[in-house]
């Protein structure tokens, strides 16, 4: 049986340096919450998947899919793969000259009258 990953959304560049946003449709909703039921049903997790859209016609950055976990059957010992931080792409910080100044004000302090 082929896995089959559901779809959320797709990420959005916004205005705040590294935040995309996206909203997961109303009609894909119905595929998540079975995408977590099955999980639950299996006593398994749910691992999200996030990709980077390549292609130039397409206005989101990034594209979310959820599948039902699978145990991670890793290398032991010698040879053991290390995990890495992921690198950034030169791409990502295209937003700098966009980028709001920092407010280091404490918003909920009372202004003096």
Sequence with gaps: MAKQKTRLTGLFKTKTRGLYTGTVKDEWLDNL???IRK???????VVFFLWKVDDEDSKASFNLNADVATPYEGKKGYGKPKRKPIELDDDDDDNDEEAEPADDSD????EDA
């Excluded at 999980?39 to 997790?45: H, Q, V």
């Excluded at 918003?107 to 009372?110: A, M, N, R, S, T």
């Design 39 to 45: 999980a639950k049903k299996e006593d398994k997790g």
């Design 33 to 35: 919450v079975n995408t």
């Design 107 to 110: 918003p909920f302090e009372e």
